[in-house]
């Protein structure tokens, strides 16, 4: 039903006025102080009334923002789970490592997920896998019983991610809406790349990077791992090859121009939703780029707070979709 | 006479009146579900948006009219029915075919361009205009199907 997502659409299309574009940021960039910026966020609607004046209230506050709009639009939420993935993935791995390792990190869990850190923590402890959903059971009984054993943190870093990268990759694959599935190429893709990248700047073995790597259709996985073996000319190399020549230039201009990149690269996915007007994908889209926007908001308010130099913000900004 | 004729007069006009004002009620709650997302957010584009979601109601008009035609040609609308053969029943239900059509698909399609359309709207009010005039395009057809129905029932001999 191609009309299905009418409203929604049109009411996004609305929203996306308030979005912040490159000349915004730029003024943003432009406020002397922490306190200036703030305020500047405010005036832009950012925060409610009572939030305080303070760049994590602020934030949090855009953040549960997001999710009450779409919650508003009337649609089936069950869209969306793959973009909770990651939090969700994240919320097991610090459960595994609070029972495992003992000690309290609730400060590590994300509370806007679908388990919250009290029922994680006790699925992990009484060790009910089952309650998990199915593509986290075995990650999650495999994580637990590898940190238990080996106390190797790392290792069970490697196996959630993975499963979150997996799973990721497999909700794509099952989706019918093409937002959804560029969504789970690009994540999966992107994330291969970094893993690439940084195995190959600490010296990681060809084994560490089979387990690490998701497979995705962009990109031959073994061919990037050999690759990252070789060293970073060999990865531009076959980025390059394989169409992520932007990936590669990035590569060579800094680490941070590479992270931009990466953000930058999935702004550049969701950007033709802009002109769809009746299906989910401008949904998915701006939910993307709220997440964007709040992100870079971030870099410049911790860059305004440590007091960097204009250019060192400039660098890491990432690009605005509208 | 058999009545045949004037059933078949009759099954024109509400074919007419039927699709087309089918086709307008779908385009016109398409494009006000996005008119109703637009003024959720932004209450000062009411105005703008109610003339892009009224855009596709004209369809219906066009069927009511050819549907005014066929009953004023039978004599219905005097209050006495003419004598007419079959064939010329068919003839007027042939004529009504056009609008009825055609209404029915350009309503629908015009009311999802509106929908479009208003999307225009919702981000660059001040293109108002040029937005409108993409689902006015869709007009053009219903305009050449209401032309050859009017022209073809007008022109039957009673």
């Known amino acids: ?322 | 006479m058999s009545e045949l004729g004037i059933v078949y007069a009759l099954l024109g006009a509400a074919v007419a009146v039927l699709l087309a004002g089918a086709g307008s009620s779908i385009g016109v709650g398409i494009a006000g579900q996005a008119a109703a997302g637009v003024v959720t957010e932004d209450p000062s584009k009411f105005a703008k948006v109610l003339i892009m979601q009224l855009l596709p109601g004209t369809q219906g008009i066009y069927g009511l009219l050819v549907g005014f035609i066929v009953l004023s040609k039978v004599g219905l609308l005097g209050g006495g029915a003419a004598a007419l053969t079959p064939q010329t029943g068919l003839m007027i239900l042939a004529a009504c075919l056009p609008i009825g059509i055609v209404g029915l698909i350009s309503g629908k399609y015009q009311g999802k361009t509106s929908a479009a359309a208003i999307g225009i709207v919702a981000k660059k009010p001040d293109q108002f205009g040029k937005a409108m005039l993409f689902p006015a395009m869709v007009e053009t057809y219903a305009i050449l199907a209401l032309l050859i129905s009017i022209l073809a029932v007008t022109n039957i001999p009673v």
């Open chain 1, 1 to 322: 039903m191609a009309e299905l997502y009418t409203y929604a659409v049109a009411r996004i299309r609305a929203l996306e006025v308030a979005l912040f574009t490159s000349s915004t940021i730029e003024q943003l960039m432009g406020c002397k102080t922490e306190e200036q910026a703030l305020q500047f966020l405010t005036e832009k609607g950012w925060g409610d009334a009572d939030t305080p004046l303070n760049a994590d209230a602020i934030l949090t506050r855009e953040r549960e923002k997001i999710w009450e709009t779409m919650n508003e639009l009337g649609v089936d939420m069950s869209i969306f789970d793959v973009l909770s993935y990651p939090n969700l993935f994240h919320n097991l791995k610090a459960a595994v490592k609070e029972v495992c390792i003992k000690g309290e990190h609730q400060a590590a869990f994300y509370t806007d997920c679908a388990i919250k850190r009290e029922e994680m923590l006790r699925i992990v402890r009484e060790k009910d896998f089952s309650k998990l959903p199915e593509h986290m059971q075995l990650a999650a009984k495999d994580a637990y019983e590898t940190l238990l054993h080996t106390k190797d943190g790392q290792r069970c870093d490697i196996i959630i991610d993975r499963a979150t990268l997996d799973a990721i990759y497999e909700a794509g694959q099952a989706s019918k809406e093409e937002i959804i599935r560029d969504y789970a190429e690009e994540t999966v893709a992107v994330t291969d790349i970094k893993i690439a990248v940084r195995s190959q700047k600490t010296g990681k073995p060809l084994e560490f990077m089979k387990m690490a790597l998701a497979e995705c259709k962009s990109m031959d996985v073994n061919h990037l791992a050999h690759a990252a073996l070789s060293g970073m000319d060999a990865i531009c190399e076959y980025l390059t090859s394989i169409g992520y020549g932007g990936a590669a230039e990035a590569l060579q201009e800094s680490a941070s121009a590479f992270e931009r990149w990466c953000d930058n690269r999935m702004i550049e996915t969701i950007r033709p939703q802009k002109y769809n007007a009746f299906t989910v994908g401008p949904l998915v889209a701006y939910v993307i780029a709220r997440e964007n926007e709040i992100k870079t908001v971030r870099i410049v308010l911790t860059g305004i707070q440590n007091d960097m130099p204009e250019e060192v913000i400039r660098e890491r900004v990432r690009e605005m979709y509208v």
